[in-house]
């Protein structure tokens, strides 16, 4: 059965340094992964996605992450924190036929100054 | 704008009531979802839908229901039957052809008196 792990559920950054968020999933078939970012009180917004294409996958707010098959994992970067990414984000895996999406307990970024 | 919309964004439940929840988008997708939020867990599935008048449970069905008698439309009931109502509702969109993007609306917070 498929299933994400978020090492981490609070990381505290300052702003302009390196920002790694982890994310581990385990998956029968190849997967379909997603990072979504939500802020307090809003829907989620994707991120980027990894749909067996290329392995580094760049997404919105310079955010990007690579697809590392050999380590299941599927990390979420971005060279310098802004404010203004301050937020919870989860990693997702497609799971089944029918497009069920299943998300890790998520990380709540923290950048300060 | 194409998206999703969810009304109210917050509610309020007496002990006994049925409660819905409303959830409509104008993205011209089949695939509807309804995930449940709480501190720490990430986001559950409760109900989804691929194509009108069709809907499966999800992991975590019971004490809700829902119905999808319009492509745009699929609210979302808690009844009385939930003893632990209190949590985020999110509502998603996609087009069911697999592996495709979940698009998320706004949520609905849910509090009981």
């Known amino acids: 059965a498929q299933s994400v792990t978020q090492l981490g559920s609070h990381v505290s950054v300052s702003e302009g340094a390196l920002v790694l968020l982890r994310c581990n999933y385990s998956?029968?078939?190849?997967?379909?992964l997603f990072w979504y970012v939500q802020y307090p009180n809003q829907g989620l917004q994707l991120l980027l996605k990894?749909?067996?294409?290329?392995?580094l996958v760049k997404g919105i707010n310079g955010f990007e992450a690579e697809f590392k098959k050999s380590e299941t994992s599927f990390h979420l970067t971005k060279p310098s924190a802004h404010m203004s990414d301050a937020a919870e984000y989860f990693c997702a895996v497609i799971a089944g036929g029918y497009n069920k999406l299943i998300f890790g307990a998520g990380t709540r970024l923290a950048v300060h100054p | 704008d194409g998206g999703i919309t969810q009304s109210p964004k917050y509610l309020f439940r007496k002990e006994g009531q049925n409660v819905t929840l409303s959830c409509e988008q104008n993205l011209n997708h089949d695939a509807m979802y309804w995930y449940r939020q709480d501190p720490g867990q990430g986001l559950r599935l409760i109900y989804y839908?691929?194509?009108?008048?069709?809907?499966q449970k999800g992991d975590i069905a019971e004490g809700y229901s829902v119905s999808r008698e319009k492509k745009e439309s699929f609210p979302l009931t808690v009844t009385s039957a939930q003893k632990n109502p209190t949590a985020f509702y999110l509502c998603?969109?996609?087009?069911?052809?697999?592996?495709?993007?979940?698009?998320f609306g706004p949520g609905t917070r849910l509090l009981v008196l």
């Open positions: 998603a969109s996609s087009d069911p052809t697999g592996f495709e993007t979940q698009y």
């Open positions: 990894y749909t067996s294409a290329a392995t």
């Open positions: 998956s029968s078939v190849p997967p379909y």
């Open positions: 839908s691929q194509i009108v008048n069709d809907f």
